[in-house]
């Protein structure tokens, strides 16, 4: 969207004004919600219930952006610019999802953003579609007849994946499932140190005005619901970090006794990193990743939780990686690139920029990279594979190929008694959490051992 000098003078106090900059960025320039959200929130002086708005209807114009097209299509003739298309799904978004909105409030002031950044002609044609939109009852999802296609629309999720889940699902679950990814994630953090710490750090929050729950997931975790983490006394000491509960289960799944030589192969932003690091006393982390900037974030991080004399970072591809000794690795961690499927709620721009194609080059390099992973931990060792994605083919039936191709390798199922929900575990020892189940990120996890010569 370019946007106009007069746009931004006029409008620069409209919040509806933020929240079509905001949407655009992720709608039509595929940026990344949490970044762009993040950015905004960090920078923008607005008070802290405009922030709340601004960030609900943005997240949840993306989320339900196939439910919001559903609707608004009958009312659409012909092309739109796509910045007055994400106007428009943030408008009716408003209408449809959040209550006490007016709705000549949203016809107004979607009219005059038009007339502004762009023109008399536009500003008339979203008034006339917002109109026509609220003088007619919302159309039912019962008008799609095909079941699998109903549910893709109602829960804004694209038709492939649905049917792709549906396959692997049984239908209770999928709905379940579909219905969670457009719930509001919350904010989880991991503490830095042991799990015993965890009881009087979240004392120390509740006294600064949080509200903290103990997560069900990690023994390591926290759930907050309200508050200003980052501006706590207990964040800037360095006594937790922000960390999906999910990957909270990755770092202890090593069976680190603390004087391990480990590599992390894709380490940033951080939060697993920093969590095995702090599992360590003499022993030492080497943590490469291929974005300087994303390893200059856990660089901070680290330095913030005291953890940077435990590790050294590496600018670097993994898969070109050899250390400068010949000493192989004691423990490897691979949390590998992959499509991001389990991601949808958190970023749910992910489910609408995927496809099969993408998964099949991900399966890929996901397998050089275990292949090249294996060759670097010594006989005996342990390797722990993990992914934010819920597809089969970059989890399960990865692995069965690799196991067929290494005779050296063995999974090490993973215990009940390591982790707290024992119904993660799938029925071949690894573990794979699914989003509706905890209200976390969709999550798999293996472990394998190389075998002794």
Not at 69 to 78: E, N, T
Not at 187 to 192: D, E, F, G, K, Q
Not at 202 to 213: G, H, P, R, W
Request: proline share 4%.
């Amino acid at each position: 969207m370019k946007i106009k000098q007069r746009s931004q003078t006029k409008l620069k106090n409209n919040l509806r004004w933020d929240m079509l900059v905001l949407l655009d960025q992720i709608d039509n320039q595929n940026q990344y919600s949490n970044l762009v959200m993040d950015n905004y929130l960090a920078s923008s002086d607005r008070s802290s219930q405009d922030k709340n708005l601004i960030v609900k209807v943005v997240y949840g114009s993306v989320q339900r952006r196939l439910t919001l097209d559903f609707y608004l299509k009958d009312f659409i003739k012909g092309k739109l610019e796509d910045w007055v298309h994400s106007l428009l799904r943030l408008s009716i978004y408003q209408a449809i999802y959040l209550d006490r909105v007016p709705q000549h409030a949203i016809v107004n002031e979607a009219v005059e953003i038009a007339k502004l950044n762009g023109h008399q002609g536009i500003a008339k044609l979203v008034n006339a579609i917002l109109r026509n939109f609220f003088r007619q009852e919302l159309k039912s999802l019962t008008v799609i007849t095909d079941p699998l296609e109903r549910l893709s629309i109602e829960h804004s999720v694209p038709l492939w994946l649905v049917k792709y889940f549906h396959q692997h699902l049984p239908e209770t679950d999928l709905k379940n499932f579909l219905s969670s990814l457009n719930q509001v994630p919350h904010l989880s953090a991991r503490i830095n140190g042991p799990a015993a710490m965890r009881t009087p750090i979240m004392d120390q929050l509740k006294a600064q005005e949080l509200t903290v729950t103990n997560s069900q997931v990690s023994p390591f975790g926290l759930k907050i619901t309200s508050g200003d983490v980052f501006n706590s006394q207990a964040y800037q000491e360095g006594l937790f970090t922000i960390q999906d509960e999910s990957s909270m289960l990755v770092a202890p799944l090593g069976k680190l006794t603390g004087s391990e030589n480990v590599l992390d192969a894709c380490a940033a932003p951080g939060g697993k990193a920093t969590h095995i690091a702090s599992l360590l006393t003499d022993g030492h982390l080497t943590a490469l990743d291929i974005s300087d900037r994303k390893l200059n974030i856990l660089k901070d991080h680290a330095e913030r939780l005291s953890l940077s004399d435990k590790m050294d970072l590496l600018v670097t591809d993994a898969l070109d990686f050899q250390p400068l000794s010949q000493i192989a690795f004691d423990v490897i961690y691979l949390d590998a690139p992959c499509s991001g499927i389990g991601l949808m709620r958190r970023k749910p721009e992910i489910k609408y920029q995927k496809t099969p194609d993408d998964i099949q080059e991900l399966v890929k390099l996901q397998k050089q990279l275990f292949n090249h992973m294996l060759s670097l931990l010594k006989a005996g060792g342990r390797l722990i594979y993990s992914t934010c994605t819920l597809t089969y083919e970059e989890n399960e039936y990865l692995i069965e190929e690799i196991l067929k191709e290494n005779s050296d390798l063995q999974v090490e199922s993973i215990q009940a008694e390591e982790v707290l929900p024992d119904n993660v575990i799938t029925s071949q020892g690894y573990l794979r959490i699914w989003p509706q189940q905890y209200d976390t990120d969709g999550f798999f996890i293996s472990r394998f051992l190389k075998k002794l010569d």
